[in-house]
């Protein structure tokens, strides 16, 4: 398991030159769990530009990485952070704003148990009741479903790994079927990325159902069970190569080709 001392160092480094900073995320959720965490988020009031003059006087090294949207990267002890300013998303990614309330940050945040806080004395900071719907298996959006998947429909796939990972396999079918258009128009490496890391959970196999619909309206294609001794992505290419048009499905999606073939049948 990650050292939580040493994430807390950071923070502790942070508020050394005057600002405040929480680690937040799957980090906070998965210690909690007592699981095995890579991921760790830190939300600040510090800007890029400001943790950046942090990295130079500490010695740090620093990464650019998405700094429009107050968002850096930080090596501290040979651990790779992703660093937030705090941040008010009232339209999505479109209109931001930064703020000083880590209250009003965790509005933008996808489900109530990626919205906990924890500070450098262990304090937590849970303005969703995201603890309790953790302890429940419960994954529940912040805010109304709808309106935060147009926002960004990759939190559709979020959704349904989320529900298997953490909530028992417990999927609310109609956000699936009121939402599964709208991934028509997101991100395509997104999708085969979320697409792999759903295939290699093990109990992907209790929602087939729900992976037929996604793939159906993704791929147009229908599959009844999950391929064999396959997970991740060896699942995915296999599921994939059942389509009538595997050449255009490898442009369209950015997969290489010669991998899909080995599996058509």
């Known amino acids: 398991m990650s050292d939580i001392k040493q994430h807390i ?8 030159y005057g600002f405040s900073a929480k680690l937040v995320g799957g980090a906070v959720r998965d210690f909690f769990l007592k699981i095995k965490f890579n991921d760790i988020d830190i939300a600040t009031t510090a800007k890029p530009s400001d ?4 990295a ?17 990267r930080l090596f501290f002890k040979e651990k790779l952070y992703e660093i937030t300013t ?8 479109k209109n931001i704003q930064f703020t000083n309330s880590f209250e009003i940050d965790s509005m933008r945040r996808d489900f109530t148990i990626n919205a906990i806080y924890l500070d450098s004395n262990k304090k937590i900071y849970d303005y969703h009741n995201g603890l309790n719907d953790l302890k429940n298996h419960r994954i529940i959006f912040i805010g109304e479903p709808k309106i935060r998947i147009q926002q960004d429909p990759i939190r559709l796939l979020r959704y349904v790994r989320f529900c298997i990972k953490y909530g028992d396999a ?8 009121d939402n599964i258009k709208l991934l028509q128009n997101a991100n395509k490496s997104k999708i085969i990325n ?25 791929f147009d294609i229908n599959f009844i069970h999950l391929p064999q001794n396959s997970i991740g992505k060896n699942a995915l290419y296999r599921i994939l190569s059942s389509s009538k048009n595997i050449e255009q499905l490898s442009e369209n999606f950015g997969l290489s080709l010669s991998k899909l073939l080995p599996y058509k049948v």
């Open 170 to 177: 417990n999927i609310d079918k109609n956000i699936i079927f």
């Open 86 to 93: 705090l941040r008010n998303e009232k339209n999505g990614y």
């Open 9 to 16: 160092e950071l923070l502790q480094l942070i508020e050394y």
């Open 51 to 54: 943790i950046k003059n942090i």
């Open 194 to 218: 979320e697409l792999i890391k759903i295939l290699s959970l093990k109990n992907a196999k209790k929602i087939t159902q729900i992976l037929n619909i996604i793939f159906y309206n993704l």
């Open 56 to 72: 130079e006087k500490e010695n740090l090294k620093y990464i650019a990485f998405g700094e429009q949207y107050g968002a850096c």
